[in-house]
């Protein structure tokens, strides 16, 4: 393997005299070391170890020290040629690290675990060596230890163990280096500024710098508090970023995007100017009133504010001072220097961004109760990576909010003026995806100003593709996708859109383009608790596999019942309900329970006692009614929800009949047809019939019957209706209940409607290979080709999005059987 081939991928060796060197597999006798100082775009020092065949390399920005108590943050790099351990001189510019590079320490270095290299390497994967160096500054024993934490895997510490050679004060390498050397350097970087067009310059005659070298370093979004105690937590401010540069005798307010805010907040431009070195900042400013609540809207507006208002400017970070870049120093260091940087600084308007003291719990805790937008976490140990989001800064949100673009408007409803909703999208890499609509959190006031700008941006073509459904689509105006906004909400719904989206405010600090759907960090959270009409469900065990073949977890099969829930609860109202429960998934044991155990189930959850002859005694049954027993109820495993077709209101009285087509083993395409033939015969009687795959292998014709007829009637009816689709097709049905009587033959199952017999609800998911869903159809769509696998987890959600309910007139059509007999 060429480890140098991200070395040579970096260097233009036509431009540069570093060496181009080969992976060299034959060494000296001796391991070699080298310390070379790099005087580039920022000072570090670059500490090498000989290791098979290359330097193993790490950049460290303070360079090494012998005081053991300095553990010096090393950055691992692309591996060097031995050679480049000779390596003195210039990179020039326009080049990989163009800067100047001198020799700071040699020699070699004896591995404390003894001579064996594969012990070595062994040691360097694991994240821990430790070496004696035999240099003329560096001697005896150090450590390089990987940081713990670092997703990468390239932050190190180097550390200086206690010897002999150790100095019991704080070391500095550059009290080691001639002045000629540290003049060189700086001279060179003079140049090389000059040189560079995208370099931040003295601003000359009120100029403005250009913020190019260093973006925001972002946090992505997750849904539970890390736990740990390398991580720092922060109030998540509801406001604008701002990074704050000063450069003499001035001072540049930047978005997160570049734009210049100066003339948003002059007042935070006055009170920097009191600051006395050159210096970045990052941080939030927020508009506050006297009891600390925030103003977002106002921030699009700026300056002046009204007496009840306070502008702030809350720091929480130091990227630059003077000539020195900090972002390379872990957060902690960062931390500390902003604090002693701002030690006797006294401002209303700028304030430090102070830690949260707690455990992650009781932070979060703290959150909710005084209505925070949510908590920023830290790893202690992160670098500065600007315009990245990275694992080691983390948002936790307790109330929702997302970014949007303003894509068109709908008409007003009722007294409002100007418009009714907003249409909202977002970027999914160069095209529009639809959000939803937005018809709350408008004042009087901001109607009319929202109203004004987007009559300017008016225009005739849709901003979404064509393909793309919206919501009251015949109502909307489209505008150019220019204006920028936050909403708040309280969930996405499985097809990606905002559920309950409130407006927030506009952004005026952020590009259209820049908006996208925020993703979830990548964990799973194995348990939750919400909040159902006033009941308290918790859901448990979320990220167990349930489908094992495709990697479905239990906390996907819950989601879709909160979702969807509302689709099953008409067909389960007042019904009881039998647990058929796989704890492990579908692929471990499952059990049925009918009879519930009260002293287990919250007390909001609905049972009622119904007599069984079979054990001489009542059994407890579940009713679900509701959203939240319906969770309850998934929760407990129990994939598939298997309502009775009569209330216990009424037992004896379905409000259902059910034909189950079960195919038996025969060809699909012939079970359509007799269920084709079926929907014929109960169309001639003239009584309504609606379809719905099984979501196992097989169709379900149901009837609404009303509770008019007892079971009795109802079963020797759709007997009646099957023997005459058995005369039909003789040759590839049959009513006989014993399999080993009708192999290979279509069963036409009439007995399911008894006291009793449950049927899974329409909507249910089956526990069944790829997660199939009982899905209600048009008749229209039962023909052959049909594959009732189609409708399963993954796929309903685009299906109820584009396809009308099949059963939307269902309790509008009830049966009269008495009729129905008439009309054979």
């Known amino acids: 393997m060429d480890t140098l081939k991200q070395y040579h991928e970096k260097r233009n060796f036509k431009s540069t005299e570093e060496p181009k060197g080969k992976l060299k597999i034959k060494r000296d006798k001796k391991l070699r070391f080298v310390v070379q100082r790099h005087h580039a775009s920022r000072l570090h020092y670059d ?180 736990e740990g105690n390398d991580w720092l937590f922060e109030k998540k401010f509801d406001g604008f970023r701002i990074i704050a540069v000063k450069e003499d005798e001035h001072i540049f307010l930047y978005s997160r995007n570049g734009k210049n805010m100066n003339k948003l907040f002059p007042s935070i431009v006055k009170e920097l100017m009191a600051l006395n070195r050159n210096v970045w900042l990052d941080g939030e400013v927020v508009i506050e009133d006297r009891t600390g609540k925030s103003y977002f809207q106002m921030l699009a507006t700026g300056e002046p504010l009204g007496s009840s208002y306070q502008l702030h400017y809350y720091i929480f970070d130091i990227l630059k001072l003077d000539e020195n870049d900090l972002s390379q120093y872990p957060l902690s260091e960062r931390k500390e220097l902003l604090t002693l940087f701002f030690k006797g600084f006294k401002s209303q308007m700028i304030e430090l961004v102070t830690s949260l003291k707690g455990t992650p719990m009781s932070i979060y805790r703290q959150a909710e109760r005084k209505g925070w937008e949510g908590v920023i976490a830290k790893d202690l140990t992160s670098l500065y990576h600007g315009g990245k989001r990275s694992n080691q800064w983390l948002k936790i949100k307790i109330r929702q909010s997302q970014e949007a673009v303003i894509c068109g408007f709908t008409k007003p409803q009722g007294n409002r003026s100007s418009f009714g909703a907003l249409v909202l999208g977002c970027y999914d890499n160069s095209e529009l995806t639809y959000l939803g609509n937005c018809g709350t959190g408008f004042s ?45 909400y309280s969930e996405w719904t ?105 002293k287990q189930i919250p007390d909001w959850v609905k049972t009622v006692p119904i007599y069984a002859e079979s054990t001489d005694k009542n059994i407890d049954y579940m009713v679900c009614n509701n959203r939240a027993t319906l969770l309850f109820i998934a929760n407990l495993g129990s994939i598939e929800i298997n309502p009775w077709l009569s209330t216990y209101k009424k037992i004896e009285n379905p ?27 109960f169309q001639q009687v003239g009584v309504a019939d609606y379809i719905k795959t099984s979501g196992s292998t097989g169709l379900h014709i149901y009837l609404y019957v009303k509770q008019r007829y007892t079971y009795e009637v109802v079963r020797d009816f759709i007997q009646l209706i099957g023997e005459m ?91 009269n059987i008495k009729e129905a007999l008439a009309n054979l």
């Open 47 to 226: 500490f090498r170890l000989e290791v098979a065949g290359v330097l193993k390399s790490w950049a460290v920005p303070k360079g090494p020290s012998l005081f053991p108590a300095d553990k010096r943050l090393a950055v691992q790099v692309e591996d060097h040629p031995v050679n480049y351990a000779n390596f003195e001189g210039a990179i020039p510019e326009g080049n990989y690290g163009a800067g100047t590079v001198s020799v700071f320490d040699k020699g070699y270095y004896e591995p404390l675990n003894g001579p064996d290299e594969d012990a070595f390497l062994s040691n360097l994967a694991d994240g821990s060596i430790k070496f004696v160096l035999h240099g003329d500054k560096l001697k005896g024993e150090f450590a390089l230890v990987r940081i713990k934490g670092d997703q990468e895997g390239k932050s190190w510490l180097l550390i200086k163990h206690k010897d002999e050679y150790a100095t019991e004060v704080s070391y500095n390498a550059e009290d080691a280096v001639p002045e000629k050397i540290k003049k060189e350097g700086l001279e060179y970087k003079k140049v090389g500024a000059k040189k560079k067009s995208k370099r931040i310059a003295k601003p000359s005659n009120n100029s403005e710098p250009e913020l190019t070298e260093l973006s925001p370093m972002l946090a992505k979004l997750t849904d539970a508090m890390p």
């Open 444 to 488: 009087d006031e901001l109607l009319e100003i929202l109203m004004d700008k987007l009559k300017r941006l008016i225009i005739s073509k849709k901003p979404f593709p064509q393909d793309v459904s919206v919501a009251k689509e015949k109502e909307v105006t489209w505008v150019k996708p220019d204006l920028v906004c936050e909403v708040y």
């Open 494 to 598: 499985m097809d990606h859109h905002l559920r309950h989206p409130v407006f927030k405010g506009l952004r005026t600090d952020k590009k259209a383009k820049e908006i996208v759907m925020e993703e979830v960090r990548n964990e799973r959270v194995k348990e939750k608790i919400i909040s159902i009409s006033r009941h308290h469900v918790k859901l448990t065990n979320l990220d167990k596999i349930y489908w094992p073949d495709e990697g479905y977890v239990k906390g996907e099969m819950l989601e879709y019942y909160e979702q969807y829930g509302d689709l099953l609860l008409p067909y389960l109202k007042d019904k009881p309900i039998s647990l058929h429960r796989f704890p492990n998934g579908i692929g471990a044991d499952s059990f049925f329970q009918k009879d519930v155990d009260l």
């Open 655 to 681: 409000d259902f009949a059910v034909l189950d087509i079960d195919p038996n083993g025969a060809d699909f395409d012939s079970v359509i047809e007799i269920g084709l033939t079926a929907h014929r015969i």
């Open 725 to 815: 689709i058995h005369e039909e097709h003789p040759d590839t049905t049959s009513l006989i209940r014993d399999p080993k009587k009708r192999k290979g033959l279509i069963y036409l199952d009439f007995l399911q409607n008894r006291r009793g017999q449950t049927i899974a609800a329409p909507y249910s998911i089956r526990p069944k290979p790829g997660a199939t869903i009982s899905t209600p159809l048009h008749w229209e769509e039962v023909k052959k080709g049909l594959d009732i696998r189609q409708f399963n987890l993954k796929t309903i959600t685009e299906r109820l999005k584009k396809v009308e309910d099949p059963w939307k007139t269902f309790f509008d059509t009830p049966s």
